[in-house]
Structures are given as structure tokens and as C-alpha cells.
């Protein structure tokens, strides 16, 4: 599974968050601590908010650890708001067209998690797609699918919903084709102001997000693991909520719906790293 994290706050340079700290999402890529693959290495990108309301995109096939360029980017280049990500792929095949983060216009997302069957669930989900936001599937993960279709059900103007009707639609697809649901998603994304995170899973089995307020001064941090040894800094996304923070940092949720037979939430631990 894949391992991520995302910054918002005053402008500081990537490096804090994806090489500096003795945890940092460039370590993770190679020993994960709160994943089934403890190695990320099907490549990686980084989308960041500056000047423009698009965001820069940088994304390659190579581990994260491998590519020079990175290392250099993410020292050079400061920005108040970045999403990274490195890949364990577990749909798609590497190439950097199903590496994250995904952009749209001013919109970034990124992923992690699985979707069960989804071979049988692609096309018909596919097929809910407008044909402009068709057009724009230039991979062949399920990751991506889930951005394009919370596109389709309105992410520009309410992100909460159209993350509630993503999930209604893959549980309706799982029925239609008659499989087990089996959807397993943590995502962050941002539309170039705010930063959006949740936490859903249908066997209550919940790919882990932690926040910290407090391990970069005046800063917000989500990532899939903690970036330092003090428990203390960090706390669990709760499960089956939609988080939202504003460029002042303020946090509002929303509890998104669960399904039936969903298990009850599965509270994360946090790691102490050595």
C-alpha cells in the first residue's frame, strides 16, 4: 500500500516533510512501519500550490529514493501548501501516468488503499463518467477513477458529497456485478486553498492518516505515518470522516455514511519508531 503526506501552512520547502525527518515519506518509501509492503517503490510525485492556481506537478517511475531530481526539488522549491506521494502499486502497472498525485485544473489528489474486484467494477464505473471527464483517464488505476468521479459528482462545489457519492456509487457497482465490496480508501487531496482528507473502509479495515499541528511550527501535516519518534505529535483521522482544513488551519468534519455490514470503526495506533 501506498504511503503519503501533505503540508499547509507558512511557505516552507518540501524537503521538511519528504526528506528531512528521521520518518519522512522518503524513508517510508523504502520501510514502511503501518503497511502490508514495507517498500514503496513504483514510483512517486509531488503537487505543489504556489503563484498559480494550478499546481506544479512532478511525478517519475524511478523509487523515490533513486532520482536525484528529487532530492533537488524538494530543497529548492519551497510552497505553503504540497502533496506527496510514493507508490506500492496494487492496480495499474508502473508508469507514471498511474503515479499520483492526480491534478485537475486547480485540484490534486492522491490515494491509498485497494478496491476489490476491480476488473469487474471498472467499466461500469467507468461508464458514470461524462465523456469530457473520460477523456481525461489517461491511466488504469482505481485510484485515478476515484478522482474523476468525485469530479462527476460535484468536488468543485461540495467535496464532502461528492466523496459520499463516490462511495455510494462503488458500493452500487459491487451489487450490480455481484461482488463483495471490498473499498479501502485514504485520500488527501486539496483544491489549491484547502486541504481535504478521509478515511473510509467497508470491512473496517482503515488505511491509517495521522495530523500533526504541532511537528512543524505553525504548520499542518497529514501523512500515512508519523514523521518523528514522539507519539505525542501526532493523532489518528478518525475513521469514516471527511476533514477539512482552511488556509487558517481550522478543521471541520463530516461523518460519512457507512455502509451495511460495515464493521465498527477500527481505531489506529500510533507507531513508536526507534
Same mark, same amino acid.
Request: proline share 6%; charged share 15%.
Given at each position: 500500500m501506498c504511503r503519503l503526506a501533505a503540508y499547509l501552512g507558512p511557505e516552507r520547502a518540501l524537503a521538511d516533510v519528504i526528506v528531512a525527518?528521521?520518518?519522512?515519506?522518503?524513508? #517510508? *518509501? +523504502?520501510?514502511? #512501519?503501518? @503497511?502490508? &509492503?514495507?517498500?514503496?517503490?513504483?514510483g512517486f510525485?509531488? *503537487?505543489?500550490?504556489?503563484?498559480?492556481?494550478?499546481? %506544479? =506537478?512532478?511525478?517519475?517511475?524511478?523509487?523515490?529514493?533513486?532520482?536525484?531530481? !528529487? &532530492?533537488?526539488l524538494c530543497t529548492h522549491i519551497s510552497a505553503p501548501l /504540497? &502533496?506527496?506521494?510514493?507508490?506500492?502499486?496494487?492496480? %495499474?502497472?508502473?508508469?507514471?501516468?498511474n503515479c499520483h498525485p492526480f491534478t485537475y485544473e486547480n485540484w490534486s489528489f492522491m490515494h491509498n488503499g485497494q478496491t476489490g474486484s476491480f476488473a469487474k467494477l471498472r467499466r461500469p464505473l467507468e461508464a458514470v463518467l461524462s465523456d469530457d471527464l473520460y477523456a481525461l483517464r489517461t491511466g488504469s488505476t482505481d485510484s485515478e477513477l476515484? /478522482?474523476? !468521479?468525485?469530479? +462527476? /459528482? %460535484?468536488? #468543485?462545489?461540495?467535496p464532502d458529497q461528492a466523496c459520499r457519492a463516490v462511495i455510494a456509487q462503488f458500493h452500487k457497482a459491487a451489487e450490480e456485478q455481484n461482488v463483495v465490496p471490498f473499498f479501502r480508501m485514504t485520500c488527501v487531496l486539496s483544491d489549491g486553498q484547502n486541504l481535504y482528507g478521509f478515511r473510509y473502509a467497508s470491512d473496517g479495515r482503515y488505511p491509517t492518516l495521522y495530523m500533526s499541528r504541532s511537528f512543524l511550527s505553525g504548520g499542518l501535516v497529514l501523512a500515512s505515518e508519523p514523521l518523528d519518534a514522539n507519539s505525542a505529535n501526532w493523532q489518528p483521522v478518525a475513521p469514516n470522516q471527511f476533514v477539512c482544513f482552511g488556509a487558517d488551519q481550522a478543521q471541520s468534519s463530516t461523518t460519512l455514511p457507512? @455502509?451495511?455490514?460495515?464493521?465498527?470503526?477500527?481505531?489506529?495506533?500510533?507507531?513508536? =519508531?526507534?
Amino acid at each position: 500500500m501506498c504511503r503519503l503526506a501533505a503540508y499547509l501552512g507558512p511557505e516552507r520547502a518540501l524537503a521538511d516533510v519528504i526528506v528531512a525527518p528521521k520518518h519522512s515519506l522518503l524513508v #517510508q *518509501a +523504502q520501510d514502511a #512501519q503501518e @503497511a502490508k &509492503l514495507a517498500v514503496n517503490g513504483d514510483g512517486f510525485g509531488i *503537487a505543489w500550490y504556489g503563484t498559480r492556481p494550478d499546481p %506544479g =506537478l512532478y511525478k517519475d517511475v524511478l523509487p523515490a529514493w533513486s532520482d536525484r531530481n !528529487l &532530492l533537488n526539488l524538494c530543497t529548492h522549491i519551497s510552497a505553503p501548501l /504540497f &502533496l506527496a506521494h510514493v507508490r506500492a502499486s496494487t492496480e %495499474g502497472e508502473t508508469s507514471r501516468t498511474n503515479c499520483h498525485p492526480f491534478t485537475y485544473e486547480n485540484w490534486s489528489f492522491m490515494h491509498n488503499g485497494q478496491t476489490g474486484s476491480f476488473a469487474k467494477l471498472r467499466r461500469p464505473l467507468e461508464a458514470v463518467l461524462s465523456d469530457d471527464l473520460y477523456a481525461l483517464r489517461t491511466g488504469s488505476t482505481d485510484s485515478e477513477l476515484i /478522482f474523476l !468521479l468525485m469530479l +462527476q /459528482f %460535484g468536488l #468543485q462545489d461540495s467535496p464532502d458529497q461528492a466523496c459520499r457519492a463516490v462511495i455510494a456509487q462503488f458500493h452500487k457497482a459491487a451489487e450490480e456485478q455481484n461482488v463483495v465490496p471490498f473499498f479501502r480508501m485514504t485520500c488527501v487531496l486539496s483544491d489549491g486553498q484547502n486541504l481535504y482528507g478521509f478515511r473510509y473502509a467497508s470491512d473496517g479495515r482503515y488505511p491509517t492518516l495521522y495530523m500533526s499541528r504541532s511537528f512543524l511550527s505553525g504548520g499542518l501535516v497529514l501523512a500515512s505515518e508519523p514523521l518523528d519518534a514522539n507519539s505525542a505529535n501526532w493523532q489518528p483521522v478518525a475513521p469514516n470522516q471527511f476533514v477539512c482544513f482552511g488556509a487558517d488551519q481550522a478543521q471541520s468534519s463530516t461523518t460519512l455514511p457507512l @455502509a451495511p455490514n460495515d464493521h465498527a470503526p477500527v481505531e489506529s495506533t500510533l507507531i513508536k =519508531l526507534v
